[in-house]
């Protein structure tokens, strides 16, 4: 794949109990197309990975969300897993950190249960997305249409369902962080925060 990505700084939004293969995949897609990658979580040291209920691989943290600055980044990714979201949506910092994308219009990625950390950060609303399935009824009540698709793009948010999807994902992902900013986003985004 060609470096479409080259000099594009990227953070995967992720906590303890993320669904592996969420977050790998995708990571070796971008750094494969030239993106630096940084890990973004709740705490230094470890994260633990996931392999559905089992556990998986530790990973190192490159930095927490409050050392993270958000305008250093061109776009987000936040991987699925049961435990993962639940940690992260409720930490404001993190739902602030996921806001700034939106309000500048930066390009985001999320699978599985990842739209959760959305939800809460109020960003859904308006937005034409899927996940996984079980969260349907969240995503609707929280103004998504949800639709069941592989991959959905919305005005530079990409959203797939699970892990069967991540070669369609990966293949959207890279190309809406490529394009960088989206007007659209920005302005969906900014009518949600006057409302």
Known sequence: MARKL??????????????????TKPREALDEAGAETKIVSLKPGKIQGMQHADKGD????????????????????????????????SNE?????????FREGKPVATICHGPQVLISANLVSGRTMTSWPA?????????????????????????????????????????EFCEGRHEGMAMAASAVHES
């Not at 530790?58 to 897993?81: H, N, Q, S």
């Open 93 to 101: 910092d993190v739902l602030d950190f996921a806001r700034h994308f």
């Open 58 to 89: 530790k990973f190192d943290v490159d930095l927490t969300v409050d050392e993270a600055r958000p305008e250093e980044f061109d776009a987000l990714m936040i991987p699925g897993g049961l435990f993962n979201p639940d940690a992260l949506r």
């Open 135 to 175: 969260i349907k009824a969240d995503m609707r009540n929280a103004g998504a249409n949800w639709i069941n698709q592989e991959v959905v793009v919305d005005n530079g948010l990409v959203t797939s369902r699970k892990p069967d999807d991540i070669p369609a994902f990966n293949k959207k992902m890279i190309e």
């Open 6 to 23: 080259d000099g594009k700084k990227v953070a995967i939004l992720v906590a303890d109990g993320f669904e592996q293969v969420e977050m």
